[in-house]
Nanobody
Framework: QVQVVESGGGLVQAGGSLRLSCAASGRTFTSYTMGWFRQAPGKEREFVAAINWSGSNTYYADSVKGRFTISRDGAKNSAYLQMNSLKPEDTAVYYC?????????????????RGQGTQVTVSS
């Protein structure tokens, strides 16, 4: 059974940092593009970042570019999102997904597996 589990969310003040972790199990994900998206209350889900199977290519939403860094560890079937200089508008539930695709086109984000999400709250 495939499982994707996020951790590392929490409450932080504006300007602070958090590191989200994503652990996948149930199969090998080394060939999968991994990614993060977020959803705030009353808003559509929003692409945040993606990383290809080898880790050689990363992609970011303009809103997080320069502040967030995505990485992965193939041996551990894990992905990470380092979030620095957090802003109140980053407040959302953050989801990790495997088999991530379609983020380049609005409304076309798809994935094969995703976790239950972890809450990130940034206070002003």
């Amino acid at each position: 059974q495939v499982q994707v589990v996020e951790s590392g969310g929490g409450l932080v003040q504006a300007g602070g940092s958090l590191r989200l972790s994503c652990a996948a199990s149930g199969r090998t994900f080394t060939s999968y593009t991994m990614g993060w998206f977020r959803q705030a209350p009353g808003k559509e889900r929003e692409f945040v970042a993606a990383i290809n199977w080898s880790g050689s290519n990363t992609y970011y939403a303009d809103s997080v570019k320069g502040r967030f860094t995505i990485s992965r560890d193939g041996a551990k079937n894990s992905a990470y999102l380092q979030m620095n200089s957090l802003k109140p508008e980053d407040t959302a539930v953050y989801y990790c997904a495997a088999g991530f695709r379609g983020w380049e086109r609005k409304g076309k984000l798809e994935y094969d597996y995703r976790g239950q999400g972890t809450q990130v709250t940034v206070s002003s």
